[in-house]
């Protein structure tokens, strides 16, 4: 086992194992709040974070554990089910991920918008839709994804079909130029659509928070300096967006790179899971950070 081998399974171990200790521990929070303790206010945005907690955990392990075992030079294999069970779900699960966090990001604008915009009768009708929302999103998502189980096949499961990709444990095969570039344009579209909606709410946020800043000169002077919850919200949601849309567009570049190489090699295979999991595996940190409250309970759990 080369050394290069055994670097690159301890970076996988240690991203599936610190985001899935994260999103476990933040899950944990939110069920423990909800279910018991029944006098606290429940947010309206927890409920979007706890798809997007669950599918930031889908995404690590279903990606996170297989290149793991790849690394590490340990021989399985998965069958052609297997395979493409386990990428669907991955596939599935990132796209839940960026629609949470492009909710998120809506909702929280909507939400701080003032009583007199335009946005007024949406921020009292915008909490009864989070749920449908969440639902639809699901729907949606794995609807689309259905293209990856025609893409997906066990490792050398098909001796006939041209291999593209080899991932140690599952293959990728080739189908022609113009149906691949469909599929590609499909999958893309509505990640592309969510990091729009994404950078217009926080945008959107930016301009609200500095107007009523400009409003409310002569309270800041005489009000304590600690910021306000919902100030502190609005931090997490742009702190979540910017770093989401960053990784986002390295993840983008190296799955475009692995795209267009019809036999791209290891290193370009390991940095694009690797940039794939960087999120799902920061995104708690973020939260934990951000919400005192879950910070005490997360750092005692773990």
């Not at 990001?105 to 909490?127: C, G, H, M, N």
């Not at 370009?268 to 708690?284: R, T, V, Y």
């Amino acid at each position: 086992m080369a050394a290069s081998d055994v670097a690159v399974g301890i970076i996988f171990l240690s991203q599936t194992v610190d985001g899935a200790l994260g999103n476990s521990s933040l899950l944990l929070h939110y069920l423990v709040l909800v279910l018991y303790f029944t006098g606290c206010r429940v947010r309206h945005t927890d409920l979007i974070l706890q798809h997007l907690i669950v599918a930031n955990l889908l995404t690590l392990l279903c990606k996170g554990v297989p290149q793991t075992v790849a690394s590490f030079s340990l021989e399985f294999s998965l069958g052609d089910v297997a395979c493409k069970l386990l990428f669907y779900v991955h596939r599935v699960s990132r796209c839940v991920s960026i629609g949470s966090t492009s909710l998120l990001s809506i909702f929280q604008a909507i939400t701080i918008s003032p009583r007199d915009s335009r946005w007024a009768e949406l921020k009292v009708k915008a909490p009864r839709y989070i749920g449908s929302s969440i639902f639809l999103s699901y729907i949606l998502y794995m609807f689309i994804n259905i293209i990856i189980l025609m893409h997906v096949t066990g490792k050398w499961n098909n001796t006939t079909i041209i291999i593209l990709k080899d991932f140690g444990y599952c293959s990728s095969v080739r189908h022609d130029t113009t149906t691949d570039s469909l599929h590609a344009a499909l999958l893309t579209f509505p990640d592309a659509l969510c990091v729009g909606l994404m950078l217009w709410g926080s945008s959107s946020m930016v301009l609200i928070l500095h107007r009523h800043k400009q409003r409310m000169q002569h309270v800041h002077k005489s009000s304590s300096p600690r910021s306000s919850p919902e100030s502190r919200a609005t931090k997490t949601i742009l702190l979540l967006v910017s770093t989401f849309v960053s990784l986002y567009t390295l993840s983008c570049i190296s799955q475009l790179c692995l795209a267009v190489i019809d036999n791209p090699n290891l290193f370009l295979l390991n940095m694009g899971a690797i940039l794939s999991g960087c999120f799902p595996a920061i995104s708690p940190l973020l939260l934990i950070s951000r919400d005192s409250s879950a910070s005490r309970f997360c750092f005692s759990y773990i």
